[in-house]
C-alpha cells in the first residue's frame, strides 16, 4: 500500500518535472535572444541619457545582412558605430550577420513570420527583391528617400532608381559599387606567360582552347578550366554573347543587346548556346574541365592550392586581379575584360538594401543609411572594424587588416551603402573607386535597363520551366553530356513546360513598359 | 450519464498516466494539429501585407504546377517505386539481421547492435560523401577496381540506369539497423517456452523461424509497414538530393516528388504552391494508409490498425 502511493507520487513528480522541462526549453530560445538585444538597449539608453539628442526618441535599428556568419568581435565595433549614431541620430544598430548559403532561407522565415526589423540586404541573387516585393515585405521608399535621405539622392544616378523601381515605386536603395556588367576571364599569370597566351586578344571561347591544351600536356595535376556547377562558361559570357536577361539568369527569355527592337528570344534555342555547348563539350572530352564538374559546387579550395589554370570570371570590377590573386592561392593572376561593359537592371540590383514592412521606425533606418553614403568613418568603421584592433594603416595610407581579430568586411563592403567611401586595401591602386565610377558611367545601357518582370501572370510556367532548366542547364554546360542527343531533348520539355507562353508574356511586358516609359 | 461517470471515473483512476501523456499530447497539439489550419495556405495567394487568413483566395490555381507538367508523373513513379523498394529491401534484411542477432551471444549483439546503429545517426550530407568516395569518376574506388580488371570506368553520377540499386544500398546503410533492433526487442519479447517445445520436438532453426518467430513478429511488421506506405508519397529528401549529388543527368531515377517541388520553386518560392504540393502528398498518402489497412483487416482482421 505504501509502496504503491510512493510510486504513485513518483509517477506525478515525474510527470511535472517533465512538463515543466518543455515548458521551459520551449521558451528558452526566444528568452534567450529577447535578453541580448534588452540587454543591448539597456545598456545603450543608459549613454543616451547622457547625449540626449533633439526630439528623437531612441531606437534600435535592426539589420540582415548576407556576410558569412556572424563576427566574433562584432560587439566592439557595434559599439563603436552606435557612439557616432546616438550623436547624430539618436539610434543604436544591431547588425545580424547570416552565413551566405543560408540566408536566402533565413529571410524568408524571417519575413515569413512577420518579425520586427528594419533594414535588409536584398537582390536578384539573394533573398530576392521582386518576390518580396510581390509579397508586400518591403516598404516603398520614394517620399522617405526625399525626406529623410538627401545624401544618396545626390549620390546616385538616376540610372540606379530607374532599375531599382517596380511598377514605378522604389522598394529598395541600390548600394553604390560597380554596376557595370563585363564579363572577364581569371588567369594565372605564371602560366599564361609560360605558354605565351595573352589573354587581351581573347575574343571567342574557341581562343581559349590552345592555352587550355598546353597546361593539360605541361602541367601535372593542375586543371585546365576550373568549371564547376557554381562557375558555368555559358552563364558567365552571357554578355560576351550579347544577351540580356529578363526573368533571372537561366530563367528562358533573354534580349539581344543593342537590339532596338526588345525581341524577346529563347537563349536556349540560339546559335550562340548551340556553339557554346560544343565548345565547351570538345574541353570536358579532352580533358581540360574536371569529369566531375557537373555535381562539384565550388573549386576554391584547389584555387588555393594553386591547382587551377583559368577561370570565368563573370563580372569584371577594376582592381580584380588583386582579390583573384588571394583566391588563386597568392599567384598573380590576369584579370581581363573580354566583353564590352553594359548596365544592366540585374547588375545594379546585385546589391540592394530595402526597409522592412515591420519597421518601427522607418525613418530613422533610412536616415541611418544616408549616414553611411555621407560619413566615410562610419562606413569604414563597419567594414573594416577599429583601426590597431581589426586593422592597421601603412605609412602609403592603405590599410591591412589584422589576421584574426575577429572583425573583418573587407570582402563585403559592397554590401553597405557607397562601397567609394572605402579605404584603400594593401595592393589596390588608389584610384580604383574613380576608375569604377568611370566604367559605370561610360558603360552602354541595356535596352531593358530598369524593366522588372512580373512573374505573377505566369507563375506555373515558370515554375516548370525552372524545374526543366534546373535539370538539364547544368550537364550541358559543363560539358558532361553530348549536347547532340541532350539538347533536343531539353527544348521539347521546356515546349511542354510552357515556355512559349512565358515569352509571350515577357514580350507583352516589355512591349508595355516601353510605350509607359516612351521608348 | 451514465458515460459521463465512467468517464471522470477513469480520469480519476488514471490520473497519474494521463498527467504523464500531457506533455506528448501538448506536443502533438501544438506540432500535428494546430499547424492543419494552414491547410487553407494552398487556396489562397499569400500576401505578407495582408496575412494569411485576408489574403485572397485563389481556388485550384496553386495545384497547376504539380500537374501541368509531365514531370510530375515521373516523380510521383520515383517515389513509390523507390519507396516500395525500401520498405521490402529493409524488411528483409533487418528481419534477417534480427534474427541473426537473436542466436547470438550477449556480448557479440552488443558489437553488432552498434555497428548498425551508428549509420543511422549520420547525416545524409556526410553519408553522400562517404558514397561520392566510391563513385568518384576519376578516384573513386569502383572506377579504380573497374580499371584494374580491365574494364572501362563508369560515369556513375551521368548514368541513371545504376541508380536505383545505389539509393536502396543507401537507404539500407543508414535504415537497417533502426529496424534491425525494432524487430530484435520484439523477439525477445516472445515467450522463450515456444522455443524450447519446439527444440524438444526437434523442430529446426528454419522451422522455428518460418512457424514461431515470423508469426510472432507479423503484428509488428504490418505495423511498420503500414506506417511506411502512409509516408511512400514523401521521400526522404536528403537521401534523393545529396546521394546523387543533385545531378540533373539522374533525375529519370532519382528525381521524386519532393526534390520536384524544391527545384521548381527554388527561384519562385511561393508558399501556396509549395503548401499545394505538401497537401497532395497528405491527402494521398492518406488515401493509401486507409485502403492498406482495409485490406489488411480482410486478410486478417488481428493485423489491421484501427
Redesign the interface.
Known sequence: MYKSKKS?AL??T???L??VS?VLSGCGKSNSTADGSSATSVASSTQQAATTQGTLEPYEIKWYIDAGPQQADINTVQEALNKQLEKSINATVNIVSVDFGNYDQKM?MV??S?EKFDLCFTANWAN?YY?NVN???FLPLDDLLNQYAPTINETLPKIGWDAAKVKGKIYAIPNYQIWAMTNDIVVRKDLADKYKFDPKTVTKLEDLTPFFENVKKGEQGITPNGVTKGCLPWGRTLVMNGFDEIA?R??PGVIRLGDADTKVVNQFESEEFKNNLKIVRDWYEKGYI???A??LSDMEADKKAGKVAFQFGGNYSPGADVGGKAQFGGNDVYDVPVSKSYLLTSSIIATMTAVS?TSEDPARAVMFYDLLFKDKTLYNTLTFGIENKHYKTNSDGTIEMIKNSGYDYSGCGWEFGNQFNAKFLKGQASNIWDETVKLNNSAEGSPILGFSFD?EPV??????C???V??????LETG??DPDKKLPEFLN?LK???VDKLLAEEQKQIDQWKKDNGK | MFKKNELIKDTIKNK??L??A??GL??LLAFNYLPMVGIIIPFKS?????GIIRSDWVGF?NF??LF????IIRATTNTIISNLLFIIATLIISMAFAIMLFDMSRKAVKVYQTALFVPYFLSWVVISYIVYIFL???MGILNQFLKAFGSEAI?W??EPKHWRFILVIASLWKNAGYYTILYYTALMGIDSSYFEASDIDGATKFQQIKSISIPLLAPLIMLLVLLQIGRIFFSDFGLFYFIP?????L?PVT?VIDT?VF?????????G?TAAAGLYQTAVGFILVIVVNKITKKLNPDLAMF
Open positions: 504513485k509517477t506525478l515525474a510527470g511535472l517533465l512538463l518543455l524568408q519575413i515569413a512577420g530576392n518576390q509579397k508586400g515585405a533571372g537561366d530563367v574536371r569529369k566531375d557537373a555535381t514592412k512573374p507563375k506555373t510556367e515558370l515554375a516548370n525552372n524545374s526543366v534546373s535539370e538539364y542547364s547544368i550537364m558532361s553530356v520539355k511542354i513546360a510552357g | 497519474g498516466l498527467l504523464l500531457i506533455p501538448l506536443f499569400i500576401d505578407f501585407a495582408k490555381n497547376k504546377f501541368s507538367s509531365g514531370d568518384n569518376p576519376d560515369n553520377y551521368s549529388k543533385d545531378s540533373g543527368a533525375y528525381d520536384f527545384r521548381s520553386l527554388k527561384n519562385n518560392p511561393d508558399l504552391m
